[in-house]
């Protein structure tokens, strides 16, 4: 049974730092790109964050979070992680993980596997 599981989120002030983190079973993670998305309410958008990928550890970040989100992977762990920093109130949102075999992407359709998200909130 394939389960993709996030877990970190919670309350932090502008400013603070969260870890995400994405644990994946029931599938050969190690084949696998994963993303990080993001959606600020149900009306709105998911937006990609960060991906990385399964062969060579190459990572995407997008300009909104460059320099403060790092993505992570431990193969070893099915794991992948989102180290983020100097986070805003911009950044409140449900965080989604996704998994797709080889290579990474930007299009939500090419997504088999997803978790149940993981809220995020930063106060001002």
């Not at 998911?46 to 909104?64: F, H, K, L």
Request: overall charge neutral; proline content about 2%.
């Amino acid at each position: 049974e394939v389960e993709v599981v996030e877990s970190g989120g919670g309350l932090v002030q502008a400013g603070g730092s969260l870890r995400l983190s994405c644990a994946a079973s029931g599938f050969a993670f190690d084949d696998y790109a994963v993303t990080w998305f993001r959606q600020a309410a149900p009306e709105k958008e998911r937006v990609i964050i960060s991906s990385i990928s399964c062969e060579d550890g190459r990572t995407y970040v997008a300009n909104s979070v460059k320099g403060r989100f790092t993505i992570s992977r431990d193969n070893a762990k099915n794991t992948v992680y989102l180290q983020m920093n100097s986070l805003k109130p911009e950044d409140t949102a449900v965080y989604y993980c996704a998994a797709k075999i080889h290579g990474m992407s930007g299009r939500l359709n090419d997504y088999p596997y997803w978790g149940q998200g993981t809220q995020v909130t930063v106060s001002s």
